[in-house]
């Protein structure tokens, strides 16, 4: 089945947290503490596996998590990552935020990776918080919260020769006879449901990768049809050849109205090399119409070809054109890690928000929150450091400009407290 689109729910793993441990040896009665730091959780990571051509993968399993870090251990030890989660995609797949609708990544070249969530970082124990004022620390972290993400992946499909053209065209039938491809053929309109792939063979060196695109109809652009669907397809093709049904009603009309709904769903589409293949030459009636057909394209400027898809007629010398364009136009750039988009926050995690509620407050911000998931409430020295934390931010000065006032409860995260000055 051909997946060209589909959402998913992503998280990386949670930090281990850290530990909270002294040194108990013989003859050493008061050791010092040795607890470790918890392991970062794991990645999760898009890799391009070029085998792949659909999103099929990610049909029945639409949830993916990383491993979590384990906990940190005694004598300093620090607790075992864990493992990234690599999910495979083909060529050409588009990684959405499906929340923000912004675009994270652009998966093109074979082995390209592309990390979508971080794991938490591991908590660090109470070896790392003795100073020379408080060599017993009772103090550590818990491990980072993961991140998850709602994303929307979109492939595109990677050819070097797109077929375009009116339903009922020959695409199929030019794209099963010069390819191994078997696309379902039959006599009526949107036969072809979803993009086809197959590779000509021109000589032992030399291969072309065609994909046929389902037929267009006027509004394509605007989604009517299959169009908006299919056309995202179009736009990584080098070269296209449009094929003319010769039996149609205008055929110059649906080329004009082919180009248009191209032109429309993205002008970079319209300045595309083309080759015009007129199709169903084997019959009198295209053969008649030809002469005509050709003097009207070749004075817009376009090359035009006359085929038989059936028969064969004419296929060689359309593809060894295309091939010669091929040859001809500049290579595609070739985007570094550093150029693809990345998703980069725009808010400061920093920034936070006051609400009064019913129970009292709630205070919501990136780094306040996860600062309340990896406190050790149960430790004294921890919820100490948590409230230094909340004077850092502002946020306690924001809280008492707010009226809260001792007994109030304030919910940070998942945690309620009692305010208390």
């Given amino acids: ?51 792949l051509n659909t999103l099929s993968s990610f049909r029945r399993r639409t949830q993916f998590i990383a491993r979590d870090g384990a906990k940190g251990g005694v004598n ?131 291969t072309l990768i065609l994909a046929d695109i389902p037929g267009l109809i006027e509004g394509a652009h605007q989604g009517v049809g299959l169009g908006h669907e299919f056309l995202r397809h179009i736009q990584r093709t080098r070269v296209l050849i449009h094929l003319l049904d010769g039996l149609a009603q205008d055929p110059l009309l649906d080329f004009a109205q082919i180009n248009t709904e191209l032109a429309l769903f993205d002008p970079r589409l319209a300045e595309k090399p083309q080759i015009v293949a007129f199709n169903k030459m084997d019959l009198l009636e295209a053969q008649e119409r030809w002469p005509g057909i050709r003097a009207e394209l070749e004075g817009r400027g376009y ?63 990136q780094s306040i929150e996860r600062a309340a998931a990896m406190t050790y409430w149960e430790y004294d020295q921890s919820a100490h450091r948590f409230q230094r934390i909340l004077q850092t931010l502002g946020i306690e000065d924001a809280l008492r400009e707010a009226g809260v006032q001792p007994g109030d409860t304030v919910i940070i995260g998942g945690h309620e407290l009692e305010w208390s000055d």
Avoid at 306 to 329: F, H, K, P, T
Avoid at 335 to 342: D, K, M, Q, S
């Fill in 76 to 206: 300093n030890r620090s607790g075992k990552s864990g493992e990234h989660l690599v999910l495979l995609a083909p060529p050409g797949t588009l990684v959405y935020d499906d929340d923000a609708g912004e675009l994270l990544g652009d998966l093109t070249d074979p082995g390209q990776t592309l990390i979508v969530c971080k794991g938490g970082r591991g908590g660090r124990g109470n070896a790392r918080f003795a100073t020379s004022t408080n060599k017993a620390p009772r103090i550590a972290e818990k491990g980072e919260p993961p991140e998850e993400r709602h994303l929307r992946l979109e492939l595109k499909l990677i050819a070097d020769v797109g077929l375009v053209g009116a339903p009922n065209a020959g695409k199929s039938t030019l794209l099963a006879a010069v390819t191994n491809a078997k696309p379902k053929i039959a006599p009526y309109p949107f036969t072809t449901l979803q993009p086809n792939l197959g590779v000509a063979e021109l000589d032992g060196e030399t």
């Fill in 1 to 51: 089945m051909f997946i060209d689109e589909i959402k998913i729910h992503v998280r990386s793993g949670r930090g281990g947290a850290g530990m909270v441990h002294f040194r108990r040896e013989k003859y050493v009665p008061f050791g010092g503490p040795d607890g470790g730091d918890g392991g970062r959780g794991g990645d999760v990571i898009f890799q391009v596996e070029p085998t």
């Fill in 303 to 365: 090359e035009a070809y006359a085929i038989s898809a059936v028969a064969g007629d004419g296929v060689r010398q359309v593809l060894y054109r295309v091939q010669q364009i091929l040859e001809e136009l500049p290579p595609e750039p070739v985007l570094t890690a550093e150029e693809l988009p990345v998703y980069r926050p725009e808010a400061d995690p920093r920034e936070f928000r006051i609400e009064r509620i019913p129970e009292g407050y709630r205070v919501t911000g």
